[in-house]
Nanobody, 114 residues
Framework: VQLQASGGGLVQAGGSLRLSCVVSGSIFSFELMAWYRQTPGKQRGLVATLTDGRTTGYADSVKGRFMISRDIAKRTLYLEMSSLKPEDTAVYFC?????????WGQGTLVTVSS
């Protein structure tokens, strides 16, 4: 399983971005799919989760602004981000868990200017 994240960039506060994470390999049925983010000097933090392809969860800081989803046909995990704030600036990583194994994407940088 390999994950390739993309979609990051520079956006003004209040703007929107959509991150994508293409999952290659023989499977696309994961118990858990998620997005994390990390800023310099801080631990990687959980942003959003998609459990068993149905149940979503969000960090309090992004609730109502971010949405996680997947497209099975495209083998892609998404993170729709709106009403972006400067504090959302981070490197975003996609993550999947399957049968005791975890896989990470390489990260994509999101910069929100004020």
């Amino acid at each position: 399983v390999q994950l390739q994240a993309s979609g990051g960039g520079l956006v003004q506060a209040g703007g929107s971005l959509r991150l994508s994470c293409v999952v290659s390999g023989s499977i696309f049925s994961f118990e858990l799919m998620a997005w994390y983010r990390q800023t310099p000097g801080k631990q990687r933090g959980l942003v959003a989760t998609l459990t068993d392809g149905r149940t979503t969860g969000y960090a309090d800081s992004v609730k109502g602004r971010f949405m996680i989803s997947r497209d099975i046909a495209k083998r892609t995990l998404y993170l729709e981000m709106s009403s972006l704030k400067p504090e959302d600036t981070a490197v975003y990583f996609c993550y999947v868990y399957h049968w005791g194994s975890v896989y990470w994407g390489q990260g994509t940088l999101v910069t929100v200017s004020s």
